[in-house]
């Protein structure tokens, strides 16, 4: 899970509170999180309405598809910072020094 949000950009990432709706966990309206994109949050992200509407829908399957390792369904939650180099490694910004003194891959992908 880790290198997944090592490995991602924000453009990879969507921001929504459906998501604890969907798994019937409760957190006030006015706080969301950011997660890695995968095909449950492509589906409910901008449906927060309607995923508040059906709380707790998906409390099982969420479960066993995060106990199976299945992150089409379970999310990683990540934070404003992904995507960035780390500041002590490689001279940027972050909140790991999981690159290990190199860039990481989608900021070497673009030639940083």
């Known amino acids: 899970m880790a290198a997944r949000a090592i ?8 921001r929504t509170t459906a998501l604890d709706s969907l798994r019937g966990v409760p957190r006030p309206e006015e ?4 997660v890695l994109r995968n ?5 409910w ?4 309405r309607e995923a508040a509407a059906d709380f707790g829908q998906m409390k099982r ?3 066993e598809a995060r106990i199976r390792g299945d992150f089409d ?3 990683t939650i990540v934070g ?3 995507g960035l180099p780390c500041q002590a490694a490689c001279g940027g910004y972050c909140f790991d020094h999981g690159c290990r ?5 989608s900021l070497a992908a673009r030639g940083w």
Do not use: I, W
């Open 101 to 105: 003194g190199e860039k990481p891959h």
């Open 45 to 48: 992200a901008d449906r927060e």
């Open 31 to 34: 706080f969301s999180f950011r």
């Open 61 to 63: 399957s969420y479960n």
């Open 39 to 43: 095909r449950l949050m492509d589906e």
């Open 7 to 14: 490995a991602a950009d924000g453009d990879q990432t969507v």
């Open 73 to 75: 369904v379970a999310a």
């Open 80 to 82: 404003e910072a992904v």
